[in-house]
């Protein structure tokens, strides 16, 4: 990791620049896939798993027993941590459930917002190297708090045909038991056009590798709703003279572990500071088991000084990070001053990872800058807000003049006449 002392404002784009990532090689590729899982349903589905992951599951849909292997398989002590971590997630997610709204706008005329439960919804969980069981309860706890109806899950089964017994064990311990063995773009096209197994579904969630992103672009754009754009993990922490270097190296680490296009930036108050913590993130990184994927991260990674602690802040909003993690004195205030992140940490002892796994907030966030626009996965994600009105002969009566003179300075005729031919009617029966 370079240490950038002091640079020039000109300088931050360049500095805030993620990994570049040219998805042009693979476009054609995915579009491929789905094109093909879309006209072969099922077929298309298997020889593509066979092909992609080397298995050739019998039956798409995972079976009870299956899913019995699964439990049996996954120790007390995570069963334990598992039914933790869904219980935070639960109440943190419940608490934000919506509630209707009622407005009388005018006397006679009614307005409604009602939530409602988004009713097919599809989740993502990634295989790989890092079969990822947290996401399950990230993404399942919260559709299922929010009542949706119908609700599965795909996932790529290894070369054996079967799927990590963690992530069928978490998706139990949600209520989830409509689990498929297929992953990558196939997966994303299977849900966003449904196949003999796999049913269609309104919206699809969860993270993936650059496939499984470009395939969910794909759909979006066409027939499927998605939850949002996503890159590459990320994380920036600040950091003064309060901070521990140890725990900022470890959180830097945290997510450059993640993949080999992840970023970690940590912005020092000082150059000793910065000096300091480079030297752990090096003695921490020699011990991890995944020090290949850390290293190519970690070239995608910096550190940076800035003294001025209003200008720390400014940076972290430039950059508006996936994960922001605030090491500094009074963190509260200067937690109060950021516009752009997707989770936020404040203080020595908030790790990021407390929020990956188990202290409530979701950890499926925008990446790439985009925290400046979106919101990571929460209770709304699973819902869509539907408005209703009722009018009554004399609230429309009264709003009528108002209809009509806006219909006619648009020159849209028959919107002004949906409102008279009414109040004729109203008119003759007076």
């Not at 209520?175 to 997966?187: D, E, I, N, S, Y």
Request: one cysteine or more; aromatic letters at 4%.
């Amino acid at each position: 990791m370079n240490i950038y002392r002091e640079p020039a404002r000109e300088t931050w784009p360049e500095l805030c620049r993620r990994a570049e990532q040219d998805n042009s090689s693979i476009a054609e590729t995915v579009a491929r896939i789905v094109d093909r899982v879309a006209r072969g349903g099922d077929a298309a589905v298997r020889e593509l798993t066979l092909q992609i992951d080397g298995a050739a599951p019998e039956a798409l849909a995972v079976g009870e027993v299956e899913f019995a292997a699964a439990e049996a398989a996954v120790s007390t002590e995570l069963k334990d941590a598992i039914a933790k971590a869904a219980e935070n997630i639960r109440a943190f997610h419940a608490a934000q459930m919506p509630r209707e709204v009622r407005v009388e706008t005018a006397p006679g005329v009614l307005c409604v917002q009602r939530p409602v439960p988004i009713q097919r919804v599809g989740l993502y969980i990634p295989g790989g190297t890092a079969p990822l069981f947290s996401t399950v309860l990230m993404l399942a706890v919260p559709a299922l708090t929010a009542g949706c109806p119908k609700v599965i899950l795909c996932t790529p089964p290894n070369k054996q045909g079967s799927v990590a017994p963690a992530v069928l064990y978490a998706a139990a311990a949600c209520g989830l038991r409509r689990v498929f063995k297929v992953g990558g773009a196939q997966a994303i096209a299977a849900m966003a056009y449904g196949t003999e197994s796999i049913p269609k579904v309104d919206k699809i969630f969860g993270p993936g590798n650059r496939y499984v992103t470009m395939a969910k672009q794909l759909v979006s754009g066409r027939n499927t709703a998605i939850d949002m754009p996503a890159g590459p993990s990320e994380v920036m922490v600040l950091a003064d003279d309060t901070a521990r270097p140890e725990f900022v190296a470890a959180d830097l680490l945290s997510q450059a572990e993640h993949g080999r296009d992840s970023q970690a930036i940590a912005v020092c108050s000082s150059q000793a500071l910065a000096e300091a913590v480079l030297a752990q993130v090096e003695a921490q990184a020699a011990l991890l088991a995944r020090a290949d994927f850390v290293q190519h991260s970690l070239a995608n990674s910096r550190i940076v000084v800035l003294a001025d602690r209003a200008a720390m802040l400014d940076f972290a909003n430039t950059y508006a990070a996936e994960h922001l993690i605030i090491s500094l004195r009074k963190a509260e205030e200067a937690a109060s001053l950021i516009t752009a992140a997707g989770s936020v940490f404040i203080g020595n002892y908030t790790p990021e990872s407390a929020g990956d796994y188990a202290s409530g907030t979701n950890h499926t966030l925008p990446t790439c800058g985009w925290t400046a626009a979106y919101s990571g996965v929460n209770i709304d994600s699973f819902m869509r807000k539907m408005t209703l009105q009722h009018i009554t002969r004399e609230g429309l009566a009264a709003l009528a003049p108002t209809i009509t003179t806006m219909a006619e300075a648009e020159g849209l005729q028959a919107h002004a006449n949906a409102v008279t031919v009414r109040l004729s009617q109203i008119s003759a029966q007076s």
